[in-house]
């Protein structure tokens, strides 16, 4: 009489609750991490939504745009907006200037001509310039870059654009050249081999098929330097100075939006007054203005990013 084996059935539907007790666990740590970030910006925004509408029930939003004079802290205030928008942008553009050039030679040196012991060393070394803090960046443009260039350019002032720009843009190299090196490093070996059997030269190689390739990337790493450039405080506060003038001399002393939010938070302001409110404008324009870079950041990279398998 042939018998059946016997079958345990625990074999074959093991216990996975306490899996999936873990997992629930985990799930909501790390949901409430990522809630706890939401909530914060929605925060932030809130505050500076809701001083802003104050700000601008005493201020007409027509002459915040189109006023030429920001004198908030004067007896004859004026309030315009766009005097600090081109302070910031002829900081940003100047660093841009600078931090283009020298993050992409260097993001293509370290990917297509550097070897890996160079490439090993080179790159720690030149994130390590990412590490410095922005007050001695500030002080370096201050104390020497605006000596330096007093002795090549007599006409520039002591509190400039130019040299708070130029050191702007050596403190945001590093984040173009390591985020576009790792855009071009990831481009796949067969778009070189394949560019080099049609008898393209490696300068060739380079210039017609990888940047291109590595298109999305090279622009997120710059636009991504352009925020950090119109966010930074402490170079342009002081090196630039802090005297609101609308123009395109990169001479003279020029205040930023940062700047102002800094001279007004360290001031004498009292708390609650229309001067003390102009700061939230300026940080809500501020945030608007990395908002729109952020947004045709993600656009272009879904728009022009390769996908290779």
């Known amino acids: 009489m042939n018998s059946e084996p016997t079958r345990n059935d625990s074999l074959w539907q093991p216990d996975r ?15 409430a991490f990522a809630l706890v970030s939401v909530l914060t910006t929605i925060g932030i925004v809130g505050t500076l939504i809701f001083e802003m509408f104050e700000f601008f029930q005493e201020v007409p939003f027509w002459n915040f745009l189109t006023d030429d004079q920001w004198t908030p802290l004067f007896p ?15 900081t940003s553009t100047i660093a841009v200037a600078i931090a283009l050039p020298l993050g992409l030679f260097a993001a293509i040196f370290l990917s297509e001509y550097a070897g ?24 370096f443009a201050l104390l020497f870059v605006t000596p330096l260039l007093q002795s090549f350019i007599p006409i520039l002032q002591g509190f400039n654009a130019l040299s708070a720009g130029l ?40 210039v017609s098929v990888v940047l291109p390739a590595a298109l999305s990337g090279i622009v997120s790493s710059i636009i991504l330097a352009v925020s950090r450039a119109i966010g930074e405080t402490m170079i342009v506060t002081l090196a630039a100075g802090q005297n609101p003038s609308l123009g395109l001399n990169p001479f003279v002393p020029i205040m930023t939006m940062t700047a102002f939010i800094v001279q007004v938070s360290l001031g004498d302001t ?4 229309l001067a003390y409110k102009t700061i939230f404008a300026v940080g809500m324009t501020l945030f608007l203005l990395t908002l729109v870079l952020n947004i045709f950041s993600f656009w272009f990279v879904r728009r022009f990013r390769e996908k290779y398998d």
């Not at 490439?119 to 922005?134: F, H, M, T, Y």
């Not at 173009?176 to 393209?200: C, K, N, Q, W």
């Open 17 to 31: 609750q306490a899996s999936r007790t873990s997992e629930a666990i985990v799930r909501t740590i790390f949901g």
């Open 76 to 90: 004859t205030a004026e309030f315009g907006i766009f005097v600090l928008i081109s302070a910031t942008a002829r």
């Open 116 to 139: 890996p012991k160079t490439r090993q060393i080179v790159k720690p070394l030149l994130e390590v310039l990412a590490g410095i803090p922005s007050v001695v960046f500030g002080y």
């Open 167 to 206: 050191v702007l843009g050596i403190s945001i190299t590093p984040l173009v050249a390591s985020l576009s090196e790792d855009a071009i490093f990831a481009v796949p070996r067969s778009l070189r081999d394949g560019a080099y059997a049609l008898g393209a030269t490696k300068r060739e190689a380079i």
């Open 270 to 273: 009292p708390a609650g007054s």
